[in-house]
Structure formats: structure tokens, C-alpha cells
Nanobody, 126 residues
């Protein structure tokens, strides 16, 4: 079984930056995908970004393109979400999740992900 632990959330002013980390254990990253999702109060969980290791593919939601960057350190079994130019609407609980495979049309579908972390709160003040 895969265990995922997120860290790095916190309170930041609008325009600031945060980097989230997702440390995985119980599986390697080869040929799998790690996704970042977020859920704000009263809203559905939405896909933010995903990285597919076998092809080194990355995907982003339109709302974060140009501001967020996903990266990985395979030696550390850790995926990072670098968030810049944060906006109040980025406030949410951020989750990382593991999937056996994703693609351009499927990466944001939460049901494809088998394992989830506990989430980390990101709050952006205006």
C-alpha cells in the first residue's frame, strides 16, 4: 500500500509563494503518476497538477498555469508543487494522490487515483 504525506502548507499573503511536498512510501514513482488536488469549503475537489514519471509529462489546470510548477525528486520519492503569485482563490486544502497511470484527458479525474494523503491547508490572505 502506498502512503502519502503532504507538508508545506501555511498562511501567505496574496502574491507570495509556497512549496508543498508529497512524500511517498510503499511504492516507487516509476511508471506511476502523482497528482495534486485541492478542495475549498463548499466546493468540489479539483485537479491542480499532475506528473507522470514514465514519460516525464506534467499537466496543469488552467487556473494555475504559469504560476504553479510540479517537480519530482525520484531519489527522495517526493513530489513538489511550487506555487507562486498566490491568490486568495487558491485557498484550499491541498491533497496529493497516487495513480497507476494518467494522461492528458484523464489526469484531473480524482476517481483514477487510488491513494491519497491527509491534506495540507493553504490560506492566501488578501
Amino acid at each position: 500500500e502506498v502512503q502519502l504525506v503532504e507538508s508545506g502548507g501555511g498562511l501567505v499573503q496574496a502574491g507570495g509563494s509556497l512549496t508543498l511536498s508529497c512524500a511517498a512510501s510503499g511504492a516507487t514513482f516509476d511508471d506511476y503518476a502523482i497528482g495534486w488536488f485541492r478542495q475549498a469549503p463548499g466546493k468540489e475537489r479539483e485537479g491542480v497538477s499532475s506528473i507522470k514519471f514514465s514519460a516525464d509529462d506534467t499537466y496543469y489546470a488552467d487556473s494555475v498555469k504559469g504560476r504553479f510548477t510540479i517537480s519530482s525528486d525520484i531519489a527522495k520519492n517526493t513530489v513538489y508543487l511550487h506555487m507562486n503569485s498566490l491568490k486568495p482563490e487558491d485557498t484550499a486544502v491541498y491533497y496529493c494522490a497516487w495513480a497507476p497511470s494518467t494522461g492528458y484527458y484523464t489526469w484531473a479525474r480524482a476517481l483514477l487515483y487510488d491513494y491519497w494523503g491527509q491534506g495540507t491547508q493553504v490560506t492566501v490572505s488578501s
